[in-house]
C-alpha cells in the first residue's frame, strides 16, 4: 500500500515543480516574519549572530526539494526554508544567510570547525554523529529507500541486491546502513548523491539508496527515468546540527521547531517546497531535548 502511495505522490511530480517555480513568492523570502525586536542574553551565540546580523547555513545544493541551489544561485527547499525560520527569530533577513553546501560526509567537520554556524541538510540525528555535534529537533521523520531504474523489475527491496552494485553517498547513514547489513552488495560512494544519477541511468549501477524524500525528489527532477521501489527499511530523524556543547542555542533552535509546529510557519514551508510533490507527514516528530 505504502509505495502504491509514493507512486501516485510522483505522478503529479513534474507539474507541481514547474508551478511553483512561478508561484508569487519570491525565493529569498522566508514563510516566518523576522522578529527584529528579539534580544538574547550577552554571551550567547543567539546574541551573537543577531548582533551580526546574519548567520551560515550549511545545506545540501543538490537534493531538490530538501536544498537544491536556484537558477540565482541559493539554494531552494525545505531544509532552506527551515533554516530562515530559525533566522528570523534570530532577527536576520533571509537575504543575510550565507548558504554553503555541506555534503554527507563534511557536516561534522564544517560545523566543528566553525566554517557554519549550523547544519539544515537532511541530517539524521544518531549517537556517532552525537560524539561530535549536538542536534536540535527532530523537524522531519524520513526513511531509506531504494531507487531504481524505471524499467527495472528485480529490484523490490534490500533483499534482492545481492551481487548488485548500490550508489550512496559518503558519510551518509544509508551508506552506513548498507555496509553494516548487506555485505554482499558492492558499493558505490561518491561524495554526493547526484553524482549517482548518471551511473543508475546508464547502468553503472543497479540502485541509488538514500532517504525516501530525497529520492522523491530525484524521480520528480527526471520524470519517467527512475521509480522508488519497496518500504522504507531505515529510521532518519532530521536533525538541525550545531556545535556540541552549546545548550542554550540547542534549546532555542528547539523552541523554534516546536513553535514552528504550532504557529503554522512548518507547514507554510513543507507546502512551498517538498509539498509540491510529497503528502504532508500525518504527525510532527516529537522533539528530544536529550
Ligand atoms: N539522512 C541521511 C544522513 O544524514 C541520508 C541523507 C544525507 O546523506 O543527507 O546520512
Not at 527526471?222 to 522508488?228: A, H, M, S, T
Not at 556545535?243 to 510557519?265: A, L
Amino acid at each position: 500500500m505504502r509505495a502504491t502511495k509514493w507512486k501516485i505522490a510522483l505522478v503529479v511530480a513534474s507539474l507541481a515543480m514547474s508551478m511553483s517555480a512561478c508561484g508569487e513568492d519570491k525565493a529569498d523570502e522566508g514563510v516566518a516574519d523576522v522578529d527584529k525586536n528579539v534580544s538574547f542574553d550577552e554571551g550567547t551565540t543567539m546574541a551573537k549572530l543577531h548582533d551580526a546580523g546574519k548567520i551560515t547555513i550549511g545545506t545540501k545544493f543538490d537534493q531538490p526539494l530538501f536544498g537544491l541551489k536556484g537558477p540565482d544561485g541559493t539554494p531552494e527547499g525545505f531544509d532552506v526554508e527551515m533554516g530562515k525560520i530559525v533566522a528570523a527569530k534570530l532577527g536576520i533577513d533571509a537575504g543575510d544567510i550565507k548558504w554553503v553546501a555541506t555534503p554527507s560526509e563534511i557536516r561534522e567537520t564544517s560545523i566543528e570547525d566553525g566554517r557554519v554556524d549550523i547544519v539544515i541538510a537532511t541530517y539524521t540525528i544518531n549517537d556517532e554523529r552525537k560524539q561530535l555535534v549536538d542536534f536540535a529537533g527532530p523537524y522531519f521523520n524520513a526513511g531509506q529507500m531504494l531507487m531504481v531504474t524505471e524499467d527495472n523489475d528485480d529490484i523490490n527491496g534490500p533483499d534482492d541486491l545481492k551481487g548488485k552494485t548500490v550508489c550512496s553517498a559518503r558519510g551518509s547513514t544509508p551508506a552506513q546502513n548498507m555496509a553494516d547489513n548487506y555485505p554482499e552488495v558492492k558499493l558505490e560512494l561518491p561524495a554526493e548523491y547526484s553524482d549517482c544519477l548518471e551511473p543508475l541511468r546508464n547502468g553503472q549501477v543497479d540502485a541509488l539508496t538514500t532517504d525516501n524524500v530525497i529520492l522523491s525528489g530525484y524521480v520528480a527532477q527526471n520524470e519517467g527515468d527512475f521509480k522508488l521501489v519497496g518500504d522504507p527499511f531505515t529510521e532518519e530523524p532530521y536533525g538541525i546540527g550545531l556545535k556540541k556543547g552549546d545548550d542554550e542555542f540547542r534549546d532555542f533552535i528547539n523552541d523554534v521547531i516546536e513553535e514552528s509546529f504550532d504557529n503554522g510557519e512548518w507547514e507554510k514551508a513543507w507546502n512551498k517546497t517538498a509539498g509540491t510533490v510529497l503528502d504532508m507527514p500525518a504527525d510532527f516528530p516529537k522533539v528530544d531535548r536529550y
